[in-house]
């Protein structure tokens, strides 16, 4: 169980109404907290007193050598947020510069091959039966609705019965990664499919209870992202696709939809840019960038469409090679 964090610095107060008010708007804002508590606890175990933030202060606190320019980054942002903060309360405060570099990982998402995708979802089904489980229940459901969707797998995990509307084939997915919902339509083989599973595996279930739950030590809980990780390692093995360093992850089910849209979407002739803004909302990205560069992405993997998407949209393509970014 986490120890909760001991407020104890001259910014004790003013620190945790900040992050108060910016939840109270909306944000998740929880790696900016664990910012705003480290610097709680470097502010008091320096010896610093009051309730004034110089430049020397908010400096010696960004700019640890032990840590990597990305914390810079993020320090630089959250600190700079917090002095304005602080200095519409009144406060003296040094508005620190956001002068580092917001690295962005190279890495490339696998993109599951048709005949991936048919080895994974047959070890899914033929796994061996296990006592103490959902999963030979609950993963054959859960992985074709990733498949299917596109959906991150906290999405998945946080859905309970309720957001499902098996008459429509609509799921609502709450306060997502940009703390905002959105109705997501699925298609007609996946929703008959959520339809059989929650009519016998949650007949007697209330609303409230998750779509895609585990079973721990007998009892009834919400799958974490582990659990699905370690079971989907489980299937990659059966199935053998090597697993490596870069992945495939449970995340790639995500990235693979996307590119196979695009691709999809090409070959047939359809305005990009006008489909574009459809795989964004859907998807759930906070702007046309993410969205964007799965179509520089789906060029890249398939050199017979590239002179084609370059031809005719050559400007929503973005220049260079994958720029990977948690989407």
């Known amino acids: 169980m986490k120890t909760a964090h001991e407020w104890r610095s001259g910014f004790a107060q003013t620190a945790q109404d900040y992050i108060s008010f910016k939840k109270q708007t909306g944000m998740k804002f929880e790696q900016q907290e664990r910012y705003l508590r480290h610097f709680d606890t470097f502010y008091y175990r320096n010896g610093f007193e009051g309730a004034v933030l110089t430049k020397e202060i908010v400096n010696d606190f960004i700019y640890d050598k032990n840590e990597r320019p990305s ?46 995708t048919r080895r994974i979802f ?141 691709k999809k979407w090409v070959l047939a002739g359809e305005d990009l840019t006008v489909m574009l803004p459809y795989l964004s909302a859907y998807m759930g990205h906070s702007n046309f960038r993410a969205t964007q560069y799965y179509l520089r992405l789906t060029s890249d993997l398939y050199p017979e469409i590239l002179k084609q998407v370059e031809a005719e949209f050559g400007y929503v393509v973005p220049e260079g090679g994958f720029d990977y970014d948690e989407t």
């Not at 039966?129 to 959906?151: A, C, M």
């Not at 339809?195 to 016998?200: M, W």
């Open 71 to 116: 914390s810079h980054h993020n320090k630089e942002v959250v600190m700079r947020d917090f002095a304005k903060y602080l200095m519409y309360r009144g406060f003296r405060a040094y508005v620190a510069d956001v002068k580092t570099p917001k690295l962005r990982s190279k890495f490339i998402p696998h993109i599951f091959t048709d005949d991936e």
């Open 122 to 262: 047959t070890s899914i089904d033929n796994y061996p039966q296990t006592r103490f489980s959902y999963r030979n229940i609950v993963d054959p459901v859960l992985f074709r609705f990733l498949y299917g969707t596109g959906v991150r797998i906290s999405e998945a995990l946080n859905i309970v019965l309720n957001d499902v509307d098996t008459q429509t084939g609509i799921v609502t997915i709450r306060a997502a990664k940009n703390m905002k919902d959105r109705l997501l339509p699925m298609a007609g083989s996946l929703t008959n499919r959520i339809a059989a599973y929650i009519e016998s595996f949650h007949e007697y279930n209330d609303d409230d209870m998750w779509l895609f739950p585990s079973l721990h030590n007998g009892k009834t809980r919400q799958m974490d992202t582990q659990t699905a990780y370690w079971h989907f390692r489980d299937y990659l093995l059966m199935a053998d696709i090597p697993h490596t360093a870069n992945g495939p992850r449970v995340h790639d089910f995500r990235h693979s939809l996307a590119v196979k849209c695009f």
